[in-house]
């Protein structure tokens, strides 16, 4: 039997690999960059650093840029399912809202595109 904890999400994460510079700001939490651990369908995984007074609560709602660079982001809206402090930094799982938005279904090319590199792209 394994230990380790049951899967909660409905859909598959994706592991947001080092090769890509993902990452996300919440314009809330003002202008920081915040890294993304994982992905799915139906959410997103991320940290937060450096906490101060900068923090997320549960079932809070809000919005999200999505970086896919430096300067290209989509902004979609999340609510907080999750949120976990380890000393300085916030691990969060949020779900998205507005899931009817363009945004959204832009984001759900992305993840497709992820599941094909995953699947068929080769490191050099």
């Known amino acids: 039997m394994s230990n380790a904890p049951a899967e909660r999400r409905k859909s598959k994460r994706r592991e947001i690999l080092e090769h890509f510079s993902f990452y996300i700001q919440i314009p809330k939490l003002g202008p920081a960059r915040h890294r993304v651990h994982d992905v799915s369908e139906l959410g997103i995984g991320f940290i937060v650093e ?42 969060v799982g949020a779900v998205f809202l507005d899931t009817q938005s363009n945004q959204y279904q832009t984001f759900l090319s992305l993840v497709k595109f992820l599941d094909q590199l995953s699947e068929f792209g080769q490191e050099a």
């Open 50 to 91: 450096s906490l101060g007074v900068f923090k997320l609560a549960m079932d809070e709602k809000c919005e999200l840029h999505l970086y896919l660079n430096q300067s290209l982001y989509l902004p979609l809206k999340i609510q907080v399912m999750r949120q976990e402090e380890h000393g300085d930094t916030q691990h």
